[in-house]
């Protein structure tokens, strides 16, 4: 059986945008499949100028269940940048459902949300290295 989409929009509030770094914040809507590192994957992706400090993103069509991921792009590669461990995220980050870099990103199970449990909008503040 495919996995279900539901036509009602989701809002999504992006906090801590550091305005006086360049580039652009990505936000992407994924399902399981490619998160969170496969931003090919990704079944929406939103880019605008990291010009203001908060934004609001509207998303529609999305499955029953899914997450988010949000980069503050610096350099505008389309990729996370990785500081001189190669490991470490060298750009801005933020997850849905309050998820965390730990060992790495985390996975869908840490950031998933259900649909039916979406009462308001979904709030993801950027954390910077």
């Given at each position: 059986m495919s996995q279900q989409v539901n036509a009602k929009d989701i809002v999504v509030h992006i906090d801590n945008i550091a305005t006086e770094k360049p580039g652009n914040i990505m936000v992407?809507?994924?399902?399981?499949?490619?998160f969170p590192k496969d931003h090919a994957k990704a079944i929406s992706v939103e880019v605008l100028p990291a010009?203001?400090?908060?934004?609001?993103?509207?998303?529609?069509s999305v499955p029953e269940e899914f997450?988010?991921?949000?980069?503050?792009?610096e350099d505008e590669t389309g990729e996370v940048t990785k500081n001189w461990t190669r490991v470490?995220?060298?750009e801005g980050l933020g997850f849905s459902n309050?998820?965390?870099?730990s060992f790495g990103p985390p996975n869908f199970d840490r950031a998933k949300v259900k649909l039916a449990d979406i009462t308001?909008?979904?709030s993801i503040k950027i954390i910077y290295p």
């Open positions: 992407m809507l994924y399902g399981y499949d490619g010009d203001i400090d908060k934004m609001t993103i509207k998303f529609s997450a988010i991921k949000v980069l503050h792009d470490i995220p060298a309050g998820a965390k870099l308001s909008a979904i």
